[in-house]
Structures are given as C-alpha cells and as structure tokens.
C-alpha cells in the first residue's frame, strides 16, 4: 500500500475536533509572557539557561519549522524543541524502510518487533499522519509561545529545550501538545515523569481519544499495537519519579541529574552523601580500579557512581536496571584524570542499600543501549568526533584506596 493514502479527509477531521475541543477547555495564558515580538538569540538562550519563570515567551515558527509530531523548531534558538508529554510514532527518512513498509505492513511491523526485545521505535503511516497533523495545526501560524514544565528542567539528555507550545487562536493559547494526544497522535508519554503543569488534561484528552478510535486508538490504522504496556511501563516510571519528588521537597541533598543546576548542586555538597535521581547508562569495568556506573545526565556530562567492591554493585541489582530510574544515595568525591588533569565529581557507593530500585520489570533485557533508545532522529547528536570523549575508568593507583563499609547516614 503507498503511503500517500496515509493523509485525507479523516485527518482534516480529526484536526478540526482537537481545535473544538482545545476551544472548549483551552488554557488561558498565565502571566509573565513577553509583551510581543520575538526573542533575540541572547535573550533566548538567557531565558532558557537560568532559573526563571515557566512561560518563556513568544519565539517565531522557523520556515519548514515542524520536524515531526513532537519536534519543531523556533527562530532565536539553536536545535529543536522536544514537546513535552508526546511520542508520535517515526517518520519514514529511508528508502529501504519505505520498500519494507510497502511489501507488507504485518510483515513489517514482525520484522521490526523481532530485532529488539524492547518496545519499538520505526516509521509508520501513523508517524507519517502526526507529522501531517502538526502541520496542519500549525499553518499560518507566525509565532508560539513556549513554556517550560518546571523551571530547572530545560533541556533533555539530547540537548533540546523541553517545552510546551502555544499557539493562539481567537483570543486564546491552545495547548499543541494536549492537542496532539486529544487528536490521538500521541500517547500521553509519561516515560520521564508526569506532566507537572497539565496532568489532568491529558489525561482528559486521552480518553477522549480512545473514546472516539482516533489516530493509534483506531484499530483500522496501522500503528503500533502495544500501548497498553507502554503505558503501564511510563507510568510505573514516573511514578517513580513522583514518589522521589515527593521525598525531595525541602531537602538540599536529594538532587535530581536532570535539574539544570545539578552539577552546581553536587560541587557544593563535596565530601556529603545525597540521594541523586537518574537513569542507569553504560557501566564501565577497567582492568584495575572500581566498577564505573554512569548516571544520566547530558551527553558527554554523566556522573560516574563508583563502586570498589563489584559484589555491592550486583548485590544492587542496578546493572538489571540499565535504562530505568534509580535512587542513589553516597559520598560526593572530586577526582582527578591523571592523564588529562580534568577534574570529575563522582559519587562513592559502598553499600547495596544505598541503591534504590523500581519494584516493576523493565521490559526487554536490560540492553546498555536503552539508556539512549529516545535520541532524536532529526538532527545529530552531541556524539560528534570532536566532542570530549568520557574519561576512562581510574586505576587502582589513580582512584581513593577502598575504605571500610559506611553506614549511610
């Protein structure tokens, strides 16, 4: 089947619903927006880069500035814009993927299944619609209005701003990203935490997406068809995330790697334990020296958890985890590179109970590259062959001696 059949006359409709319902129960603005016109490039970057307010101000859709169902991009910044709560399906970028897609959507969909034994991300004619959809609603628009969720969380691992976008329409801002799930092109997508700011109404949306069969809840579409586990997987994620939020309020020393600031954080709690909230990436075994567990944050910016004693970290369980959150809690440490003279804050783990794991089962098999299966597609990466590779694992005489078991305040 080609996929030009993908666009028509139903996604006319389903745009014109969201609109009617966005219309009804639209958010007015909240105070603090820029009196108009748009940010110059050092006033963008300064807006997006300090603790500031939640509404960021009015920014202009770039020409040709819709990526994706969930991706845009906006003049006076650099990069795109991850939209907050949604995960629209692939686009199709390959030739060799349109040829599969063609020869048989069963056959397909089975043969991408099979490659991974984790969710799939691939193109489909419903990645195709959303991306049509985001159009649509964007036509005509000249400028958005961009918000954040919460004020120290701006951009993700993969540097692009996290952000809510606001379109106006007869007196008042419409929500892109409740409109994107309402009109079932997305999930509400949770795997990173709830939605601070606009939990209820997507909720409410989605709902009422598959009340009414729209978009990946119409079984007649061709779209991914396990979003039930899905959703029971983001949703036991953030509520791992809440329950950590909930345990931080008022507490200096439970940070979370996210938080723009949470390097400034850890440098000035050097030599004290904290409880840090990330997701486990690579873990890294040299040939002498602790076992290396790299906790989230940016690209080329993870905090390394040093284990000296192997069995603590197995008896952790966090290598069963690699991809998901973690609780960690341990002594901050500066060390030195000896080979490069860079300094590097870590975190010293010396007991099992200081680590805190989900009491769900991640899907799949743990894969080390889970950790990055989110990484946007439209644009390269920080991974670039001038980028500033990690620091390699320290030795045994580089690294602090091990020191007897702690109890851990």
């Known amino acids: 089947m080609s996929l030009g059949v993908r666009i028509g006359a139903g996604l006319r409709a389903t745009l014109t619903l969201a609109l009617m319902g966005a219309l009804t129960g639209a958010l007015v ?103 049509y959809f985001a159009r649509d609603f964007f036509e005509g628009v000249q400028r958005v209005r961009i918000e954040r969720d919460h004020p120290r969380e701006i951009r993700g691992r993969f540097n692009r701003f996290l952000a809510y976008v606001f379109v106006e329409r007869d007196g008042r801002w419409v929500n892109y990203n409740v409109e994107c799930v309402r009109a079932g092109m997305s999930p509400y997508f949770t795997k990173y935490g709830y939605s601070r700011r606009f939990h209820d109404e997507f909720v409410a949306a989605q709902r009422e997406a598959r009340d009414a069969q729209r978009g990946i809840w119409d079984p007649s579409k061709q779209h991914y068809t396990d979003y039930d586990a899905r959703l029971a997987w983001w949703d036991a994620r953030a509520d791992f995330v809440q329950a950590f939020e909930r345990d931080a309020e008022g507490r200096a020393d439970f940070i979370a790697l996210t938080n723009w600031d949470a390097l400034r954080r850890l440098d000035a709690l050097e030599g004290e334990y904290v409880t840090v909230l990330a997701t486990v990436g690579e873990i890294r075994q040299g040939e002498r020296g602790p076992v290396r567990v790299m906790l989230s944050r940016r690209m080329f910016s993870d905090v390394p958890a040093v284990f000296f004693d192997p069995y603590v970290l197995e008896d952790s369980r966090a290598r069963e985890f690699q991809g998901e959150y ?45 950790a990055d299966e989110d990484a946007p597609d439209d644009e390269p990466t920080d991974a670039s062959p001038t980028a500033t590779p990690p620091d390699p694992t320290p030795s045994a005489a580089s690294a602090a001696p091990p020191r007897a078991p702690q109890v851990t305040p």
């Open 29 to 131: 603005a909240c105070g603090g927006a820029s009196a108009g016109g748009e940010y110059d490039r050092g006033a963008a970057r300064e807006s997006l880069s300090t603790d500031a307010g939640l509404v960021l101000g009015e920014f202009p859709l770039r020409s040709n500035g819709v990526v994706d169902g969930d991706t845009i991009r906006v003049g006076g910044l650099d990069g795109s814009l991850r939209l907050l709560a949604l995960d629209t399906e692939e686009t199709f970028k390959s030739e060799r993927d349109r040829r599969d897609y063609e020869a048989g959507w069963e056959s397909y969909l089975a043969s991408r299944m099979a490659r991974t034994s984790r969710p799939i991300k691939v193109p489909t004619p419903l990645g195709e619609e959303a991306k």
């Open 326 to 370: 973690v609780r960690m809690r341990g002594r901050v440490q500066r060390w030195t590179n000896p080979y490069n003279g860079r300094e590097q804050l870590q975190l010293r783990v010396d007991q099992a109970s200081q680590v805190q794991v989900p009491t769900y089962t991640p899907p799949g098999n743990g894969d080390a590259h889970s």
